[in-house]
């Protein structure tokens, strides 16, 4: 491919007088590409709890808190912008809720860990009194 002639006359009245061509091949061209490799998006992600208690839409304020408190003068618009911060809701339980649960769930196994012993105790003492 070679530059248009107003190109090269534009140049040419610049000072310019080399002859410039532009010449690439497609195979080449398409073997760098394969090559390359492919960089990877440096992405935030802000997973706010979900509660129906709160009334506000965290998901719509928050790309505006975003540019206010992130404008491109800042240091960190690098990284906090509307490009590399997305916002999903995290639909998991609260993590009180997880540890009541839990706690829960090991003292049922505790309690049924001691009543068998105490019945066959108490079976075994009648047996020896009668």
Known sequence: MQLSYTQTEALKRSGFNQNFKFNKDKEENNKNKEDRKKRSRKITLFN???SDSVSTNVAKIFPSMIDRHFPKTNKLHKIFNRNTVKISYNCMPDVNQTLWNHNKKLLQQHRNEKAPTETHATAD??????
């Open 125 to 130: 003492e009648k047996k020896t009194a009668s």
């Open 48 to 50: 706010p709890s979900f």
